[in-house]
């Protein structure tokens, strides 16, 4: 037995799925200590949009390391930082018009959503927060009360509360959109307590790839207008050009008033997160919310730096919806060759899913991947969706090789 | 004004106090964009235990950097995880005979004591965890409902429950130990519902560097033995040498049952956080409790050089211990200086405290140290304590001219 | 200002449509102290299913009161507590095949309701109850959390948890039945943690007076046997006889884990409240619930005679369904005579109600009626419900009477 | 088996102890069904103040029922509550110079400590309430929150929250009184949140018999002025008499925020509470709590004539203080009869208790007394205190034969 089944906890779990040791990994492909290359649909899931070791951005970080630039230094101000900043209000923010302020919650994801949570909590002085069904946004106590997965909230060892799921677009086939939730907030006998917040994914990764409709989305932050509810959009995984632009909501001509951002946003995997919200809701006070692991330098530089090289024009953009549309004809393509086997094609731009009729079969399709050199993970609720998540810098021979090992591998798991 | 003012939320709160934009850092110094130089007494709030981008990890993980090996990879197995988990085996566990499984839950401090929280709740089948009178465990919403501080818990936005606060040591000056706590698990009648767990640091950094005697702790140790209740020490602050040995608990021979570890077990300030805990308790299902930020293998690298270099043997324990002692006799000579000023000098190791009779006395003293070129921060309810947290690298004459500094700093603020 | 306005607090509201001070009752008739009569459509919100001062109900008060009877003996064992528990079993029970044990827990609906929340978290180790859109269980902390309307919950004080609203029969115009609730309990990632038990009301008496179909509550039920979910149907309101037979649910065939009783229980307007639930869910420890006023021996001796006059055969039941067919007659008839003014009839046996477009309209016609000498309140979110709860012992005449008085209300309030 | 095992839940308790099916009572007496009679120190665990079947007040009850006097009205205006509210104001709040407003917030205790915590949060706007070890306010979610009792918390089925427990007088043997509570409050690292009241009981009748000093009542009155928070007194078992004057909290010179009644202010066991509270806080909106059972006229009217009867002056004070000092001697001339067993004298007016050194030797006493024809209860959390709660109307022969009883049944369980 080696050392990660004595000594780390059970709790692991890709490591059972891909059993490799892995040491190298270069743009679209990791290497396992043996040498064996992989082919990444997986992208650190959702971290690595410029792939791993971009020579771009390892290049600025190297150079950063050497000199002694300061790596941890809370929420100091640093030249790194402004930099950062900088990069993030003239390549980002202004060119959308969006006047957000920015918050450096912790390092991760669930960082950002506990912080908006509370934000929309405090502002409104209301108590709950409505999120959707499949909705995922984080392990820690107050981002796991929106998600929906009933494993991880069997783990938290207390009951949630404070929140309530709706149906997330699609969710219900024979209701209009909204009738439920504008029914239950428009009566006063509904027992659904004003909420300070909804909390949504335009796309759901972790739920299965579940993709709102713009109309959905526009109708949802209309819903939210009128009612004077705040919006709060978690980009953690669909943001930094994961759909197609720099914010997934922009196809909609959304304009929350919170919006969660981490995973890409640090550029190399460094553990970046940020709460971007309109300048009337920033009534903390100094301190209120704080935490150790908020000045990560390296991560800032990396960061600035992939802004500076991927969101200086719409290249990425367009590239990344015109790969989304080949895997989506591919994926179209593998479904129409099992007319047997019920399938679905999710998703938006390079966050895509194959849903299969069982977690069991996708299981199998990831298994047959892996063993074909390409990682693959499942997602949804009993992990019957395929989701391919590669690189956005994946070049289109790799994309092709990718979806040609995947139809290999739904073949051979569906025989 | 500056980017920091226009773009930064208000939430902010270092870079108040230290009004500088700093850029290179070596050892126990910063520099700021100007040049000018600052001795650090507060290192990163203990994440930078071994100085500013210490030459040794440094070289490691250029090295790392340079070859590509892999960055981001979750709970896969990974080389540098592997010589991560190898190091800390040998050099750590191993050595003090503890056979403690090994979780990473997240990015910070604050998922690993969400994910002992979890746990412990998990494993008892209970809902409720004791907690003591200023602790700092972290802004999530799980690890907030134990953390003392009213301006966080204020920032929660929907009330905190599931815990309730007990006297730590020294809180009450006429009660004997435990006398409450004791009282209130005998009796049936009490209220205080059967806890999980206990979490406890054995000197509350953010508190004021409130120190728990020996005995107490063991009393505590006791307590939570003969009643079947979980301890989790809180080893985020204290870990990693800041008192001398490697855990903080090792001086009153304390085998924790969860123990949570981050800041400086990263070495170079990149975030790594572990909860360790007795195998019994391992009874996660795989991906129960998870988190993208989990496997920042640069972190690895840095972690396990930094275990080798210096947790081979007992030089760094030792000179910590003596350090402390100096830091604690020039303390006591401050104090004794200023008879009409009640001061009070506390902590252990290189953890130090200087309480002074309010936090507006300690504002000015940290103020008048940053003009002079050092950095302190205050802690404690009132900000009254002033905070003494130097690298345990720092060299001797460093500490002197670190604690001639605050000498200064106090007697001025003293007029 | 009379004593009411200068002493009593302002949350009492009855009194506040209905202008008079009230002193002596008989039958379907209430006097005011100048001796005005009013005819009681309101019936003690449906404590008063056998009138005011039943005649038999009251002699055998007097006599029990006049040989010194024990009075109050909490859950002590009294002759008159047997007798009530015989009759119950023998008149109730045996004859519609359910085997129930009867609890005692505390005087009121809400008592009733709390007991089987309990029970039911208790018995699944579970912590969440899934209750309906506009249902109404209590005003305690427990059941005030399952209860819909906004402002009883807004005078919690503290946030309303463990507990999921679901839409009731109807609620959603164009969904399936139960389309919603089943995706939800299947779906692992849908957020809704699975409840120990359902609470409905078979009608929602404060909830408007919305009447959930037999199919409905039969499907509700296989839904709760298929997932081993307990049902709970508070029968407060409606049980009794109010639609017609005794429990509600007959009509449906259902066999609910748990039901709750209270109001017209006590047959003389004493207060008495029953959680009965099938023998297997008996694990209370003794005095695990418990409390003072559940032994009130006059309310056993006139809850008995209720049941040996009214319950011996089924004509009080017969009589009861047919007065409210024709109740609904002239509820159709009126709603026919105003074309220019959507209402709709509601309700089932003596539990009417005729919806209006508005809460304003409602209390017009109310407040009419009041003029008229006709006790009728309103009820629904916005109290746009006309409500008719007449006693189940209301003679024909009397019947006509208050009918033909709220047609002319109706007319009056609509020009 | 009769009825009472085969039907009952087995939830049921007092029937336990004293294996009897009682029939009548009148006075200080009850007989059962074969006509042996039972001196009752129990006294409906304080409900019955006046004794059983009181002939003066039974004489106003059955005049009352005999003309028809409306029974149940909610809160509609009568001509008996009236009466109430009138003899209420001028024989109980004005001699004391109180103007509480009334509110009538159901038919029990656990409905008035709902009530009081409902309006203390909402007037605050803060979500927790401070309570103390071994208080005992009900059975209700909210109520059972604030609770000590373990079985009884058990019960709960979800976790109790929003509360913290306290030392009551004496708790802590060697700590100055408050000085726990104290420090909490001033320190804003404490972790208890700022409360919106502290609830009290004067003597914890279910909790022991243990008894607040004046000085230590007053003390906390201090302490809550001074901090802006809301003072709850819980009479509900000390008031009206039961300790002598009165409101308990007289002698302390107290004059709470809220005060909470119940039990024996209803005279003749029937249900009745009342939430009484200064009228600046009276926010409540026009019917925010309800509920059916508020308007109990039979209990209107005993509640008067017992006002009336035994509250115009101050005799029954007096006799109840001096009964009391009585039984108190012949306590402690039990006590000093066993020095081999240490026993403890506990308690205020006729509310006494005899703590022995466990529940068992407790229980042994009890059964002594039942079989020997004297009703006694235990109390305290481990059921180790005998508690002695005669009627006020208790004869001087019947209190010396009941306390002779206790002396034999004491000797007999300590040979």
């Known amino acids: 037995m080696d050392i990660f089944q004595t000594l780390e906890s059970d709790v692991r779990s890709y490591c059972r799925g891909w059993p490799a040791t892995f040491d190298r990994a270069v743009g679209s492909r990791l290497y396992d200590e043996s040498g064996r290359a ?60 969006l006047d957000y302020k920015v918050m450096f919650p912790g390092p991760a994801g669930a960082n950002a ?51 309530a799921p709706m149906p997330y677009d699609g969710y ?45 989305l526009q109708e949802l932050a209309e819903l939210c207008r009128r009612r004077d509810i705040l919006l709060i959009v978690d980009d953690v995984q669909m943001g930094c050009g994961r759909t197609g632009p720099f914010f997934s909501f922009e196809i909609a001509g959304l304009r929350p008033d919170i919006v969660c951002l981490s995973k890409a946003i640090g550029g190399y995997g460094l553990p970046l997160a940020l709460t971007l919200f309109r300048p009337e809701l920033d009534i903390w006070t100094p301190g209120e919310h704080n935490g150790t692991f908020r000045g990560i330098n390296p991560a800032f530089v990396a960061a600035a730096e992939a802004l500076r090289t991927y969101w200086r024009d719409d290249n990425l953009e367009k590239s990344t919806v015109a790969k989304g549309e080949q895997a989506e004809r591919v994926l179209a393509d593998v479904a129409a060759a099992h007319p047997g086997i019920p399938m679905q094609v999710r998703g938006r731009g390079l966050a895509r899913g194959l849903a299969l009729p069982s977690g069991d079969l996708a299981e199998r399709v990831c298994r047959n991947a892996f063993e074909r050199g390409l990682l693959l993970e499942t997602s949804g609720p009993e992990g019957e969706v395929v989701k391919l998540l590669p690189p956005l810098t994946v070049t289109d021979d790799e994309l092709d090789e990718g979806l040609s090992l995947l139809e290999e591998s739904v073949k051979e798991a569906s025989r």
């Open 113 to 163: 959503v506990e912080a908006a949570l509370k934000l929309a909590c405090k502002v409104t002085g209301r108590h709950s927060v409505v999120s959707f069904t499949n909705g995922f946004h984080g392990m820690t106590l107050g981002a796991l009360a929106v998600t929906g997965n009933s494993v991880k909230r069997a783990g938290a060892g207390v009951p949630l509360a404070h929140t």
């Open 38 to 97: 992989y082919l990444d649909f997986f992208a650190g899931a959702g971290v690595l949009n410029y792939g791993h070791n971009n020579p771009v951005l390892k290049r600025a970080l190297i150079e950063y390391l050497e000199r002694d630039g300061i790596t941890h230094s809370l929420d100091m101000n640093t030249v790194a930082k402004r930099d950062f900043l900088q990069a993030l209000r003239d390549l980002v923010l202004r060119p959308r018009n």
């Open 172 to 216: 219900l086939a024979n209701s209009p959109d909204f009738e439920l939730l504008t029914k239950l907030l428009d009566d006063r006998g509904s027992g659904l307590d004003l909420p300070a917040a909804f909390i949504v994914e335009t796309v759901q990764g972790e739920g299965g790839l579940n993709t709102a409709r713009i109309e959905w």
